[in-house]
Each structure stands twice: as structure tokens, then as C-alpha cells.
């Protein structure tokens, strides 16, 4: 079981920490911190760069405490919150990725919940630093507030269109 959950925590901490690189820079195929601030901004969202800093920071630190197994919790709370946000940006686009859909970032949201209740395995910097087992009142926190606070993120983010953007704002925003 360790060994699952070390390739577990493994794969989904980098994977969401790449998604992180990308926001910020022009690694691993991302378009630098200004291809960031332009993707939320077509996605809908205010906060230009602050926002691109914000989500791929915390992107880059869930994905790598979560790959490390430390603060599994928090981690898992972090990356469930960031994942949560994309998606609601997906959404709209139905479930399954060849349309650009929600199957993926939903898929990291699970993961990191699945993380959140078993915990990080033996093989982790929580069980080296004596943090395991957590509490199940923390675990179960963090499969909440995770979620919820990518949700309120997306509520308090998010800009309606103006009456005079209309219709083709939104093909805008959407392009």
C-alpha cells in the first residue's frame, strides 16, 4: 500500500506543480507569467497578475508538498482548491478532455481527497517528521474546505460581462 501511495502522491503532486510552472514561466510549455494573467483573463477572472501568481504558486506548493507527502492535509486541501477552480473553467465544455472538459482538473480533485483520507503512506516526510496518522478531523477538513474555497475563489473572481460586451465578449473571452 505504500508503494502505491508514494507513486500516487508522486505522479498527481508533480502533475499539479507543472500546472503551476506553466501559469508562471516558460517551462514545461508554458507561455510565462504573461501567457498566465491572458489565460485567466480569458477564463473570466480578475486580478491579472496577482491571480496567474496566486493560483500557480499555490499550485507549485501543493503539488510539491503533496508529492513529498508533507502537510498531506494541507497539501491535499491546496491542490483540491486550485484543481476545484479549473473545474468550474471546464465546466461548461462537458466532462471529457478531448473537448476541453472537466474530466482532468476533477480527476486531481479526487486524487488529492483520496491523499486528504488515506493519508501519505510510510514512504513521506510526514511519516519521517512522526505527523502520521493525522486526525481524521483534519483529513476531513481538508476534503471540504479544499473544494469549497476553490468555489468561493471562482464566486468572488469571476467578472460578469459588462452590457457592453455582450454576447461577443464572451466569444472573446471564450477564443
Request: hydrophobic share 50%.
Amino acid at each position: 500500500m505504500d508503494t502505491g501511495l508514494l507513486v500516487l502522491r508522486l505522479v498527481a503532486g508533480l502533475l499539479v506543480a507543472g500546472h503551476g510552472v506553466q501559469k508562471v514561466s516558460f517551462r514545461l510549455g508554458g507561455e510565462g507569467l504573461t501567457g498566465g494573467i491572458e489565460e485567466f483573463r480569458r477564463d473570466g477572472f480578475r486580478g491579472g497578475r496577482l491571480t496567474a501568481l496566486a493560483a500557480g504558486g499555490g499550485q507549485i506548493g501543493a503539488g510539491l508538498f503533496l508529492a513529498a507527502g508533507l502537510l498531506t492535509p494541507a497539501a491535499a486541501m491546496a491542490a483540491a482548491g486550485v484543481m476545484t477552480v479549473a473545474t468550474t473553467v471546464k465546466w461548461r465544455n462537458g466532462l471529457w478532455v478531448q473537448h476541453d472538459g472537466y474530466e482532468y482538473p476533477l480527476f486531481l480533485v479526487v486524487v488529492a481527497g483520496v491523499l486528504a483520507l488515506t493519508g501519505p503512506g510510510r514512504w513521506s516526510a510526514d511519516h519521517v517528521l512522526g505527523l502520521t496518522p493525522w486526525p481524521v478531523w483534519i483529513s476531513v477538513a481538508a476534503l471540504v474546505v479544499g473544494p469549497v474555497s476553490g468555489l468561493l475563489t471562482r464566486v468572488v473572481l469571476h467578472r460578469t460581462a459588462s452590457a457592453g460586451e455582450g454576447v461577443a465578449g464572451h466569444a472573446r473571452a471564450a477564443g
